[in-house]
């Protein structure tokens, strides 16, 4: 275990110069300190990364965009296949396409035919029998792999694959347990979401009106430092106050009448706590991984955040609440989890943090004490060696192959660029947003010990 952060801060040294507070200067810090975590829009290659509900995959092609690439999910007899959702004859997506012959798919324009499994093309419907391009390109397909109930997808470089069990945290490949997600599609950028979900501050004042957090004090403000722990990054608080004397305003606390102390300042430490999350010695309770997943540790459950790339202006929020248990216990679980917590944590709790990471427009940015978090995440990312997933992806017809293309330049109402990524939506920006997804259906799964869903699921 690193301690990467344990001594204390000087705001004045924080990146983007000394905080004045006599000055109108509001031009504030890039991510030029962050090169690789600057230019990763569309995230990092490399990873496996979950996108759909296996259930939620038929016959009929399921279009996504993953990292800015376009991917067709088609359910084919007991395997799921992926491959990229572009015909090269014309580009038209082959997700409008039809189920003309078995384990195929075929473009809508000309009767262009797929194999799934590999790609190649087969048949071309509108050439005859003897059409000579058959045989000759293909469309590239994915890695696919099915864990926890979900469908994942490898993007990158297939000499760089490796078992998507390396992507997963292993207290859920090591245990039972019964899980309640959700998933959709929201604006902002990724890395908002990623750092908006590990950052210190934000909680004990954004979420306060959260119905979640009614009837719990949280605090007013913590002394924080981060530890590393294999492949985790984890805050710790060592100091927790609970009002703010701020001078010559007065004092502000999030105490009520009404609610009560909350747990200690580390899962392991509470009275009661589940065997699996005490032997996970967790020394604080949130914790982020790459290549954007967060990890909200309890005395009884955990709860998960993937933040998966879609573009440049939104990502795929993938939630799910995880309890380690059998029996009746795991059906309590899972009653109250489609009864109150959907709608209180992953819906109205989680849909606050949504509200933030869609109005976010920063750098520039000036960042403060607490803000540690989110250099510390910044740093993780920038010393990883990690492969920047590039702004592109339009096969030239041959599998696997990409040619550049570039988003339009999109500018703020005052006529001020903003890079890819940046873009505010909507609300400062002359481009339109691109859509988001209603919330899914919550989803309720029993997973057995190696990730797999337990029959009859």
Not at 225 to 246: C, G, S
Not at 306 to 327: C, H, L, N, S
Not at 401 to 409: F, G, Q, V
């Amino acid at each position: 275990m690193t301690d990467t952060t344990s001594a204390p801060i000087n705001p004045d040294e924080l990146p983007g110069g000394p905080l004045s507070a006599a000055s109108d200067d509001f031009v504030g810090q890039d991510w030029g300190s962050w090169p690789t975590y600057e230019a990763a829009t569309l995230g990092f290659r490399n990873f496996w990364y979950p996108i759909a509900w296996e259930h939620q995959v038929t016959s009929k092609p399921m279009p996504l965009t993953v990292c800015g690439e376009q991917v067709v999910l088609i359910r084919d007899g007991d395997e799921i296949r992926a491959l990229h959702d572009r015909c090269p004859h014309r580009g038209v997506p082959l997700s409008l396409g039809r189920r003309e012959f078995p384990g195929t798919i075929s473009c809508p324009y000309h009767g262009w035919t797929y194999d799934l499994e590999d790609g190649k093309l087969v048949g071309v419907v509108t050439d005859g029998p003897d059409s000579p391009i058959c045989g000759r390109l293909g469309v590239r397909t994915y890695a696919l792999e099915r864990r926890l109930g979900l469908v994942w997808v490898f993007i990158g470089d297939p000499a760089e694959m490796h078992p998507v069990e390396d992507d997963i945290p292993r207290e859920l490949l090591e245990n039972d347990f019964v899980m309640g997600g959700r998933s959709d599609v929201r604006e902002g950028n990724w890395r908002f979401a990623a750092e908006n979900g590990f950052d210190e501050g934000h909680a004990k004042y954004l979420h306060n009106t959260a119905l979640w957090r009614m009837f719990k004090v949280m605090p007013a403000w913590n002394r924080t430092r981060l530890v590393e722990r294999d492949e985790w990054l984890i805050r710790v608080q060592d100091e927790v106050n609970w009002e703010t004397k701020i001078p010559g305003l007065g004092t502000w606390t999030n105490k009520r009448w009404w609610r009560t102390m909350p747990l200690p300042d580390a899962p392991g430490k509470a009275a009661d706590v589940n065997p699996v999350i005490k032997g996970l010695d967790l020394p604080g309770f949130v914790s982020i991984r790459l290549p954007g997943l967060l990890r909200v540790a309890y005395p009884h459950y955990i709860h998960y955040e993937w933040y998966v790339p879609v573009d440049a202006d939104t990502v795929r929020y993938v939630q799910i609440m995880v309890r380690f248990e059998k029996g009746w216990k795991a059906a309590r679980f899972g009653a109250l989890y489609l009864g109150a917590i959907r709608w209180l944590f992953h819906g109205q709790f989680t849909g606050q943090d949504a509200w933030m990471v869609d109005v976010m427009d920063a750098p520039p940015e000036r960042l403060y004490r607490p803000d540690i978090s989110i250099t510390g995440w910044r740093r993780v990312c920038e010393r990883a060696g990690l492969v920047v997933q590039k702004l592109a992806a339009r096969p030239d017809g041959n599998p696997g192959s990409m040619a550049a293309t570039n988003l339009p330049e999109v500018r703020k109402s005052d006529g001020t660029p903003i890079p890819p990524g940046f873009r505010a939506t909507g609300k400062r920006a002359t481009a339109a947003p691109a859509a988001t997804s209603a919330p899914e259906e919550p989803q309720l799964r029993r997973i057995r010990r190696g990730g797999r869903v337990a029959d009859g699921e």
